[in-house]
Every structure is written in structure tokens, then in C-alpha cells.
């Protein structure tokens, strides 16, 4: 099974050549370290590129990755994973780890095989040339998330910490998430989103699950990926994680000088 991408010509550039030349522009030349997991925006390149690059110049990608995302449009399983095929990009194939996709199911029975959960999301799709350009032997697994019961997540994140300590190998964990999304905003209004961003990011900054779900549904932070971060520092927590380390915040702000839709992106390490 081949997934078509669906955010390639939008999201990122659908040539090969430009492609690459985008991503030259945000990762650095860098000596690299380990890491458990890493939370990465997923907008256009053009806006959130900056933000993604600094994570991904600052860690060692390994020959696998489980990528996290949200469900954005709500088709298919909420929690949906693909253990098979390939997932095509301008850069070229990227093969899904299906031994590890279908650990991953034993451990979390809850996961659904799903393509049509995947078949237009871009959450996923939009980490996967950055992870491509650092390593090109890569392979993947996608999982999409559109439920956010924390018991859910819990689990989930404990049936990741529990594949990935019995697969023998190095595996990086992918959250792919955007903060808050501001309409009609001004600058006392961004003011406010980027405390608020501020709380979920100190949240995850302590892995600290149920504390990040709480300050996303109790202070209305429009983050789209807590869901999948929630899962995703549990995992890493029980990897031996001690911290996360915030390497840049950005807003789209930055890059369009327009207030009328802002939105925010982290780039965080998890060690």
C-alpha cells in the first residue's frame, strides 16, 4: 500500500530540488544528541519550517520513528495507526516499520489499522521530509489521534513505552503538534495566547500528562496535538526521560506580520 501525500505542493514544496532547498535553510550544521522523543510543529513550511528545523538539527534520527498526530478532520479510528506500505514524499519512499507497527498493536489493542484516518491528515505527513533529510533510511510508524480521553492516552503511552523497550533498537517518538490558534488577534491578544502557551509548554517541559490536558481544557489553549504530546511524554517518562528542553516558540506573527490568524509552534526536545 502506497499512501499518496496530501499536504506535498501546500504544506511543502512538491518538487525534489525545492524541497530540499527549503529544509537546507533550517537545519543547521550541528553536532547531534539522543533523544526519547521530540514535539515538532506541523504548518506550512514557510511559517512553522523555522521552528521544526531547530528540533530536528538538534537530535540523532534513528532508522525508526513513531509519529504521533492529530486527527484533524476526524475520519476514520481515533486511534488509528498503518503497519503496512510505504508513504510517498518528493524526496522519495518511506517505508513503514511494519514489525514494530504490529508490536505496537499487541501492546495497544485499542489501535485500529486505519489508511483513511491517514489518507489526507498532514499532521503526520509534514514531519516525515524533515525526518527523511537527517537520516534517509528512516522508516515509520504513523499513528493519528482524534480521541483525547487521558485514560486513553495513558495507556497508549504506556503500550509505546513498551514496544520501544522490546525492539532492540534505537526509536524516536514524533509529536507533531501546533499551539494556539488566534483569530481576530492584536497584540494584547497574543500577549495572552503565548502565556497560555507558555502553561502546556512548561507541562510538557516537566512530562507531566495529566497536567497538560488539564491546562489545555481548563484555560481553552487551542493546541491541536495535546492528545498526541500527552501519550508522548508518558512514553518517554517511562523510557527514562528526566526533562524537556524548549530549543524555539514561534508564531506564524513572525513570518506574516498579520494579525488576523496567528498561531503558535514549539520545538521541543525530550531527554
Request: include cysteine.
Amino acid at each position: 500500500m502506497k499512501r499518496r501525500p496530501a499536504a506535498s505542493g501546500r504544506f511543502y514544496p512538491g518538487s525534489e530540488f525545492s524541497l530540499r532547498k527549503q529544509i537546507e535553510r533550517y537545519i543547521a550544521a550541528k553536532p547531534r544528541a539522543k533523544a526519547v522523543a521530540v514535539v515538532a510543529p506541523h504548518a506550512g513550511y514557510d511559517f512553522s519550517g523555522r521552528t521544526a528545523g531547530a528540533v530536528f538539527s538538534e537530535v540523532e534520527i534513528p532508522d525508526t520513528a513513531i509519529i504521533l498526530g492529530p486527527n484533524h478532520w476526524g475520519a476514520g479510528s481515533d486511534f488509528a495507526i498503518m503497519s503496512r506500505g510505504v508513504w510517498d514524499t518528493p524526496l522519495g519512499e518511506v517505508a513503514i516499520d511494519s514489525d514494530l507497527a504490529a508490536a505496537l498493536k499487541e501492546n495497544c489493542e485499542f489501535l485500529e489499522e486505519d489508511a483513511a484516518a491517514h489518507e489526507s491528515e498532514h499532521s503526520l505527513e509534514v514531519e516525515v521530509p524533515f525526518l527523511q533529510y537527517v537520516n534517509p533510511k528512516v522508516h515509520i510508524v504513523p499513528i493519528a489521534i482524534a480521541a483525547h480521553e487521558e485514560e486513553m492516552l495513558e495507556e497508549l503511552g504506556k503500550g509505546i513505552s513498551e514496544t520501544v523497550k522490546n525492539a532492540g533498537k534505537e526509536i524516536l517518538i514524533v509529536a507533531s503538534t501546533d499551539m494556539s490558534h488566534t483569530e481576530r488577534s492584536n497584540p494584547a491578544r497574543q500577549e495572552e495566547a503565548r502565556k497560555r502557551d507558555m502553561m502546556a509548554i512548561g507541562a510538557i517541559l516537566e512530562l507531566d500528562a495529566r497536567k497538560l490536558l488539564r491546562a489545555v481544557s481548563e484555560e481553552h489553549i487551542t493546541m491541536c496535538g495535546s492528545a498526541p504530546v500527552a501519550a508522548a511524554i508518558t512514553a518517554a517518562r517511562l523510557l527514562g526521560a528526566k526533562k524537556g528542553r524548549l530549543l524555539s516558540y514561534t508564531t506564524s506573527y513572525d513570518t506574516t506580520g498579520d494579525y488576523s490568524y496567528v498561531v503558535g509552534y514549539a520545538g521541543i526536545v525530550i531527554e
